[in-house]
């Protein structure tokens, strides 16, 4: 575990020539990015949580059959005041920053009053985002930083308040065929209300606009949703589009506000202020962008915890959608740094599974349903929606299959009926240990894996004019546990599963998270102009 977890990694800003085996097919041109935390450490001080770990970027760069690596860290306001200091000075969620002991008792006043109503931190470690003709490295924040995907240097500071108010928001923004991006975000007490607010951010500036202007300045706010509670608002990683809805569970995986607001003082992380909450239930909101209003039925399931959606679309007057859940937050606490030992697998063992479900709902309520009775007249479901007394409707999953995370689609299909998921395998441990596929109309699958290679999230990209959903290649970084071999960019073919190539790098590699494919068709890096770097 120490070599996927415990080390710091080393950034590699200027380009490193891969050694290629195999065929890179001759249309895959463009840039792999991908964003996950790279360093743990700072002078004499350490993390609590993985997913503290300080923003560490890289690139695969596929031109011609070659193919060139780069990483480098995000330089935040956060990575340079702790490297400045050389000790963590900035709070993340796992971890709480305190003062140096030897500052005055003003500098640990102001401290103290700056987490009670803390300014988030702006290590933006978890995606990246495009918005126009710009990208943005994202987290779970009110922050994202700006970057250039070719040199991988930091630009500006971003802050979401500016345009809307949130003081979170998700690092899973949905995209529609123009490019408009939608996302949630969290407004905490603001005019004595908590709430959920699903904003759209244009591609352009609009006509009539200041060119120079950010479309960030004509965020549109589509709907805003009440939190069941004022004071612990629900914890959520992603949501669900389609066409015309939006889908967003309101889970009972909760942040205590007070609680967070005296953290500081009481010596704990504001992570420690998330609970699990057995008893509720999870709440499914389902919103028409149309109207920008969520449908009037109250639809629940059992209590989970999801992290990531992975599909949704619309079938004969019924809303189907897929996520990964567990059972409750247990993963969550599994990637304290303390856990990842080699003790791990142990530990492991306790954490609930991760499973595919699909749910159903129907748009329109039958009036004169008998109560009990399923509303889903589907063949291609079993899930079920069962009527109950008022205008309540229990949601009933179809389990799909157990096992896998980090789940990705041929993005074409995004709300729309899909057949593929590509995911990774981590049926007895949360370290994925193969890469899958898996066919949703036949319940089958197909794997990649080998000893002592840990894949991370595969990304689909499709063959230019391609015609069948699963026409195209998965692309997956691979980091080994074995000294003698070099970490690896992995190249399948999505329809047969079947290697056609790999890049290897003779760098240190981290496990990364998220990311996104560039096509050069989409972007000339050539005519891309290195800014200052912040």
């Known amino acids: 575990m120490d070599v996927l977890f415990g080390k710091d990694k080393k950034e590699q800003p200027e380009p490193v020539t891969a050694k290629v085996t195999g065929k890179i097919p001759a249309w895959l041109q463009g840039t792999l990015l991908r964003n996950g935390p790279g360093k743990h450490t700072v002078g004499e001080t350490r993390y609590n949580h993985w997913f503290d770990g300080l923003a560490l970027l890289h690139s695969f760069t596929i031109r011609d059959g070659e193919v060139h690596y780069r990483s480098r860290y995000l330089r935040s306001d956060t990575y340079n005041a702790n490297v400045k200091a050389n000790r963590i000075v900035v709070s993340e969620f796992g971890t709480m920053a305190y003062p140096d002991p030897s500052k005055n008792v003003f500098s640990r006043a ?37 970057i250039n995907p070719q040199t991988l240097e930091t630009l500006e500071k971003v802050d979401y308040r500016k345009y809307v108010t949130i003081n979170l928001a998700t690092a899973h923004p949905h995209y529609d065929a123009a490019g408009n991006v939608f996302n949630i975000g969290t407004a905490i007490v603001d005019k004595g209300k908590t709430r959920y607010v699903i904003f759209k951010i244009p591609a352009a500036v609009p006509e009539g606009g200041m060119k120079k202007k950010s479309p960030l300045e004509h965020v549109e706010v589509l709907c805003s949703i009440a939190s069941r509670s004022l004071f612990s608002p629900s914890y959520y990683h992603s949501f669900g ?45 389902i919103i028409d962008q149309r109207t920008g209003k969520p449908l009037p039925t109250k639809f629940y399931t059992d209590p989970m915890v999801v992290f990531h959606h992975v599909n949704a679309y619309e079938e004969d007057g019924c809303l189907l959608f897929d996520v990964i859940a567990y059972k409750d937050s247990s993963l969550y606490q599994n990637f304290n740094l303390a856990n990842l030992n080699q003790d791990f697998e142990e530990n492991s063992k306790a954490i609930s599974i991760p ?176 800014s200052q770097e912040v």
Not at 254 to 280: N, P, Q
Not at 416 to 440: E, H, M, N
């Open 355 to 530: 499973t595919l479900r699909r749910f159903a709902v129907p748009l329109c309520m039958d009036k004169n349903a008998e109560v009990g009775s399923n509303l889903i007249k589907l063949a291609s479901t079993t899930a079920r929606a069962l009527k109950e007394k008022d205008d309540q409707v229990y949601c009933q999953p179809e389990l799909l299959y157990e096992g896998i995370e980090l789940p990705g689609i041929n993005y074409a299909y995004n709300g729309k009926q899909y057949r593929y998921i590509y995911a990774a395998q981590v049926q007895w441990s949360p370290i994925p240990s193969k890469v899958l596929k898996y066919d949703i109309l036949t319940k089958s699958s197909l794997t990649w894996s080998e000893e002592h290679c840990w894949p991370v999230e595969p990304l689909f990209v499709p063959t230019p004019g391609a015609k069948d959903e699963d026409d195209g290649l998965i692309l997956s970084a691979i980091v080994t546990s074995d000294p003698q071999k070099h970490p690896f960019l992995l190249i399948l073919d999505a329809k047969s599963f079947t290697e056609l190539a790999r890049a290897y790098v003779d760098v240190e590699m981290h496990l990364d998270l998220h990311g996104l494919f560039i096509p050069d068709a989409d972007w000339d890096s050539r005519k891309q102009v290195p």
């Open 241 to 285: 589009i389609t066409e015309n809805y939006i889908i967003f569970l309101e889970q009972p995986f909760k942040m205590d506000i007070l609680k967070m607001a005296t953290a500081y003082i009481r010596g704990v992380s504001w992570g420690s202020c998330l609970t699990f909450h057995k008893e509720d239930m999870t709440y499914i909101h």
């Open 110 to 146: 102001f401290s103290f009053l700056s987490h009670t109503i803390p300014d988030f931190t702006d290590n933006c470690l978890i995606n990246i985002m495009r918005c126009g003709e710009d990208f943005y490295a994202t987290t779970e924040t009110n922050y994202i930083r700006k």
